[in-house]
């Protein structure tokens, strides 16, 4: 949500301690701030008209919601190791320390990791968003290699204002140990919804007092990536987009289907379904969400598995949208080139590679990169990897800053549950979610 901008001196003065290392003054970075060293007779100016990544002397401050462990673990030690001469600050987003503070304080954001949807909530509200088309072009960054779904989400007006560094892709785990124990056969990459929904039914049962479900999924986080690509928010008039045909297909074949079974109902109104069923309490056998769970296979059931997300046959082919990291650079950097410079090597199929390996999905075409997921962890040799990239990516929705209000507090916290309790049809809880919806969009504009 877009928020108000803090330009008063009280925000700035609070800000300084935490921010001083952001001056490159000297000031030692503090727990929330990451730091890269440079040789002490380094120039801060910035030297990016070479090819030469050694000959490249800068001084660069990123903003971004992830923790300084996680910015060094996935960008600050490779750029540090490339570009031995440019000095990177990193300022994380906290509750305390959001955007607007920092920008009020003054200090100069360089580059900074954003989403979809922060870019249009964030960035160009704050007029840091920079179209990176020249810089593109002058810096010859192969943007022809990045699979043209991702850059959909982030062109507006012709514009490119991002470009994404990996991606979260959609997928179905199961736990075969609830398939064994009931005698189902395991799901198949390229299932449609519906076939997906009759082997749910299979599993989805309530035995020795355990209530089993078949097939769940998290909401919020699917509402973002359906595979037909509906709209929540009118961009021209800032009414919602709820209570039409293209939420309706999803809420009756998806949440209305999952949950006809009276056991599944009589569950969810004492708890509400949630990550903890299917990763462990193993009462849930297939469950849709991101790829990021495979990054830490020591957290899901022992005995896991994916397979790529049920497709419509309305939809043949279509996987889900795009759920992309994406790095920028600030309209107001006076170092873009040095900025530039960074971002190509971050897409370069060189780093793609190695982190590709690592787990984190590409965002690039090039095979051998795709081919490269997750081969430093052991269980690559025994899983269904190429379910990552099963289908093609549906096109993006039409994002707006509001988007949140409708999946947050609408639809996941209203509407579906009230639909899996079977409290409500699905026509009357997309009436009342746009009609919830329209009221919390005026709420949020009258306070800006």
């Known amino acids: ?255 209305y289907k999952l949950s006809r079974d009276p056991g599944v109902q009589q569950r969810a109104l004492e708890k509400f379904y949630s990550h903890e069923d299917f990763m462990k309490d193993s009462v849930i056998a297939m469950y849709v969400y991101t790829s990021g769970w495979m990054n830490s296979d020591d957290s899901l059931p022992p005995d896991w598995d994916i397979a790529s997300v049920p497709e419509f046959k309305e939809y043949p082919g279509l996987n889900t949208q795009t759920y992309a990291t994406y790095i920028g650079i600030s309209a107001t950097s006076k170092q873009q080139d040095a900025a530039a410079e960074i971002l190509k090597y971050l897409t370069s199929e060189e780093h793609q590679t190695t982190m590709s390996k690592r787990g984190f999905i590409t965002p690039l075409l090039t095979q051998s990169v795709r081919d490269a997921a997750f081969t430093d962890y052991p269980f690559a040799k025994t899983k269904n990897i190429q379910a990552l990239y099963h289908g093609k990516p549906a096109p993006s929705r039409t994002m707006t800053q509001y988007d949140e209000l409708v999946i947050e507090d609408a639809f996941q916290t209203d509407a579906i549950p009230k639909i899996v309790r079977n409290q409500l049809d699905v026509n009357t809880a997309l009436r009342q979610a746009q009609e919830n919806s329209d009221k919390l969009i005026q709420e949020q504009i009258a306070k800006q």
């Not at 007006?157 to 179905?172: A, E, G, H, I, R």
């Open 1 to 255: 949500m877009v928020r108000k901008m803090m330009t008063t001196v009280l925000s700035a003065v609070m800000l300084l301690s935490v921010l001083a290392a952001c001056t490159g003054k000297g000031a030692e970075p503090n727990a929330e701030e990451s730091q890269t060293t440079k040789p002490a007779d380094a120039k801060t100016e910035e030297t990016a008209s070479t090819n030469n990544p050694d000959e490249i002397t800068a001084d660069l401050t990123w903003f971004g919601l992830a923790s300084p462990k996680d910015f060094e673990d996935r960008y600050g030690q490779y750029i540090k190791k490339k570009f031995p001469n440019i000095k990177i600050t990193y300022i994380n987003q906290t509750d305390d320390r959001k955007l607007e503070q920092v920008i009020a304080s003054g200090t100069q954001i360089d580059m900074y990791l954003s989403s979809a949807g922060e870019l249009r909530e964030d960035y160009i509200p704050a007029n840091m968003a920079l179209d990176l088309g020249p810089l593109i072009k002058s810096h010859n960054i192969p943007v022809d290699t990045i699979e043209p779904a991702y850059l959909g989400p982030v062109t507006i007006d012709q514009k490119t204002y991002l470009l994404p560094v990996s991606d979260n892709k959609f997928v179905m785990y199961y736990n075969k140990s609830i398939f064994d124990k009931f005698g189902v056969p395991y799901p198949k990459d390229g299932m449609t919804w519906d076939e997906a929904i009759d082997l749910s039914k299979k599993i989805t049962r309530n035995e020795d007092g355990k209530q089993y479900m078949g097939l769940w999924l998290s909401p919020k986080h699917y509402l973002r990536v359906a595979q037909n690509s509906a709209g929540f928010v009118d961009p021209e008039t800032n009414k919602a987009t709820v209570d039409n045909d293209q939420w309706k297909f999803i809420f009756d074949n998806i949440f």
